[in-house]
Nanobody
Framework: QLHFRESGGGLVQPGGSLRLSCAAS???????????MGWYRQAPENQRELVAT???????SYADSVKGRFTISRDSARKSVYLQMNSLKPEDTAVYYC????????WGQGTQVTVSS
């Protein structure tokens, strides 16, 4: 069973940066290395959306709203995925989750990111 543990969120001023981490603790390494991974976010009263994807071959893609500001990466040895977020905006405020792409049915608790002055 997959399990994702997200961390690194917090309160930051507009223009600031955060780095999110996600550990896929129950995924065996060979499985982790073979799947595409992504960061999703869900703002209040909005649907969950995919904002960044990294393939098993380490190709990346981003939603237009975060392109040029967010960078996704992965570490096979740590079975972890990261999201570097720069130039944060109030509209980036959301709970951020990691999961496979397409997503599995099992979601972690997420990590809250709040961008506010």
């Amino acid at each position: 069973q997959l399990h994702f543990r997200e961390s690194g969120g917090g309160l930051v001023q507009p223009g600031g940066s955060l780095r999110l981490s996600c550990a896929a603790s129950r995924m065996i390494t060979s499985t982790f290395n073979s799947v595409d991974m992504g960061w999703y976010r869900q703002a209040p009263e909005n649907q969950r959306e995919l904002v960044a994807t990294i393939t098993s071959g380490r190709s990346t893609s981003y939603a237009d709203s975060v392109k040029g500001r967010f960078t996704i990466s992965r570490d096979s040895a740590r079975k972890s995925v990261y999201l570097q977020m720069n130039s944060l905006k109030p509209e980036d405020t959301a709970v951020y989750y990691c999961n496979t792409v397409p997503s599995s049915a099992i979601w972690g608790q997420g990590t809250q990111v709040t961008v506010s002055s």
